[in-house]
């Protein structure tokens, strides 16, 4: 059995098409996710501070139009199983993140739910799940063994010079033998 930490944000949930609805709301343009090559949304989206603001408040303020990721659901159905999982999120929307959770059923599938944003303590892990690479760099000295970048648009860029991160697209790929080649 590992110990695998989820982040919420582009690992379970696609937080990218709640961007594109806000984005259609505030500016009226049509874009797709392949669209969000960045999180910086004041540079992707040419903002200024106010307007970036303005932006990120309504994006955050609901998860509204935020469906599961592909494959998410059935993949942390089947890692429950045979894996301690951990939800290990920077929101601070706790209440909203506990909701949508709940709504899709997963909820009772994770251990225990980590807010680091709210000064929740990051605990040891196995492997790490996550979609923003300096997270990943960040929480590394807690990773007894891999980090794993779960690919989106807006990483697509990363060179992971340091050969650090084992990149996936579908939770579904770390049910097979993955976890296993890598745990010593
Ligand atoms: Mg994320």
New binding site residues.
């Given amino acids: 059995m590992s110990v695998i930490a989820l ?5 379970i949930a696609d ?1 990218n098409s709640r961007a594109l609805s806000v984005i259609y709301s505030q500016y009226k343009m049509s874009l797709s996710s392949d669209d969000i090559s960045s999180w910086e949304f004041s540079n992707l989206l040419g903002l200024n501070i106010s307007d970036t603001k303005r932006f990120t408040d309504e994006l955050f303020q609901s998860l509204e139009w935020v469906s599961p990721i592909l494959g998410a659901l059935t993949g942390i159905s089947l890692l429950a199983e045979r894996h301690q999982l951990i939800l290990a ?2 929101r601070t929307e706790k209440e909203l993140t506990k909701a949508w959770l709940s709504e899709y059923g997963i909820d009772n599938l994770f251990e225990s739910q980590i807010f680091l944003a709210l000064g929740d303590k990051m605990p040891n892990v196995d492997f790490l799940v ?3 690479p300096k ?1 990943l760099a960040r929480l590394s000295p807690f990773v007894r063994e891999r980090l794993i970048l ?1 690919s ?1 648009p807006h990483n697509r860029g990363c060179l992971d010079v340091l050969h650090r991160f084992h990149r996936i697209s579908n939770l579904d790929e770390l049910t097979g033998g993955l976890l296993w080649y890598y745990k010593t």
């Fill in positions: 982040d919420f944000d582009g690992v937080f999120t920077n996550d979609d923003s997270k779960f989106q």
